[in-house]
């Protein structure tokens, strides 16, 4: 099976501007999470979508969003950029089950920078 | 709240010596634990998870981790560390909330030939 993709690998934004990035998951995994990641702050969850809903949402400012398709694809906006945006941002999929924590398995990352 | 504290930002070994990265965790009902390498540049690779099967759980690439309730620790160990190891680990706690993933601050090995 094909890991989870992302588009595109790097990005360089000016400040003010607006960025969407797009998350392929593995075949079959109907969870997408995404993370962002930066040397201060660590990996931190933006938030995750099951069935084209926002399942949960980690403490980000409205400027971040997601949505998901019907083919379980995501992508995730990012609005007015501030230069704290700049990081590694990664997406993750996963398998859905009652009871039980999937593991998740995740992209490369697309590397935003805003200048 | 869950938590997870990985000690030690960076860790140091001489290839074919022991590694031991440590992970402990913070959390009211029990958890599920990873372990994710992540190689520079890249994505975070799954090395093992702990979901109450066994508090002894082999990974790939020779790791292993034991899930020890009383210390609230999941450390991670090779017995014999190689140069392709060097890269960063971290620790991660779900609490089967939907996808969501609590990480460590990550441990980066470096390994000395």
């Known amino acids: 099976k094909a890991g989870v993709t992302q588009t595109p690998r790097y990005l360089i934004k000016t400040r003010g501007q607006q960025v969407t990035l797009s998350c392929s998951p593995i075949s079959g995994h109907r969870s997408v999470s995404w993370y962002q990641q930066t040397p201060g702050q660590g990996l931190q969850f933006l938030f995750e979508y099951f069935s084209e809903t926002q399942r949960n949402k980690g403490n980000f400012p409205g400027r971040f969003s997601g949505r998901q398709f019907s083919n379980s694809r995501s992508e995730m906006n990012v609005s007015t950029l501030e230069l704290g945006d700049s990081a590694l941002y990664l997406c993750a999929s996963s398998l859905v089950g009652t009871g039980i924590s999937y593991e998740q398995y995740f992209g490369p990352g697309t590397r935003l920078t805003v200048t | 709240a869950q938590s997870v504290t990985q000690l030690g930002s960076h860790v140091s070994v001489s290839e074919g010596a022991l590694v031991l990265l440590r992970c402990n965790y913070s959390s009211s009902v029990p958890p599920y634990l990873f372990w994710y390498v992540q190689y520079p540049n890249q994505g975070l690779q799954l090395l093992l998870k702990?979901?109450?099967?066994?508090?002894l759980v082999k990974g790939i690439n020779g790791f292993e981790a034991e899930f020890k309730k009383s210390e609230t620790s999941f450390h991670l160990t090779k017995p014999s560390a190689h140069m392709s190891d060097a890269a960063e680990y971290f620790c991660?706690?779900?609490?089967?909330?939907?996808?969501?993933?609590?990480f460590g601050q990550g441990t980066e090995l470096s390994v000395k030939p």
């Open positions: 702990y979901t109450s099967a066994a508090t």
């Open positions: 991660a706690v779900s609490l089967n909330q939907g996808g969501k993933l609590i």
